[in-house]
């Protein structure tokens, strides 16, 4: 072999690593970017698509925003976030008052975490806790008065449960009424 074809095929051979590590050293590696840039720009797009459902479903929620305050509201008028007792000492007075009665005890006593009974299912709410409020109210007035009253209570605004009552009577009618009203304490 001469000299001139010894350095063709060594010129040649060095053409093709030449070659070759450029491709491994410069182009594949770009690919392999381009590659994962693509998987991201797919991933990124798929997250978009899911915040645009969820924007979509927000601005359709927004549009009802006033009814949805409205039913809070007349949640939290039926059970309040706080004790509120002289909200429900009015709601009570103005019972009595229409009723023809008059209260002569409110007694509340120590507040509970309320529990479930065991085995029956109760959905509790997840956004604080449910205290009962034990209260007992002693009234007198004749019987229909009375009879009014008891009605008024359990169909106020605020939750009153009745879960006992004691009558005496018919001379100074009075009637006795123990229950509970709730309070959904916020988390803290």
Known sequence: MDRFRL?????????????????????????????????????????????????????????????YKSQLAASEAEVPSSRSQQGLVD????????????????????????????????????SGTLVAVPLTIAVNGARPNLEAFAAAVQSSTRTVSITGSQYSGPEDASLTLTGTTWVLLPQS
Do not use: C, K
């Not at 798929?46 to 927004?62: G, I, V, Y």
């Open 7 to 67: 350095s063709l095929i060594v010129i040649g051979t060095l053409a093709v690593a030449v070659l070759f590590g450029g491709w491994a050293l410069g182009v594949q590696p770009q690919l392999d970017r381009m590659a994962n840039a693509s998987a991201q720009t797919a991933a990124v797009a798929q997250t978009n698509a899911a915040q645009q459902q969820r924007n979509a479903e927000l601005a359709a929620d927004n549009e009802h925003l006033g009814q």
């Open 91 to 126: 709601q009570l007075n103005a019972a009595a008052g229409a009723a023809g009665v008059t209260v002569s005890s409110l007694v509340f006593t120590q507040p509970v975490a309320y529990v479930p009974p065991a085995g029956v299912p109760v959905e509790l709410p997840g």
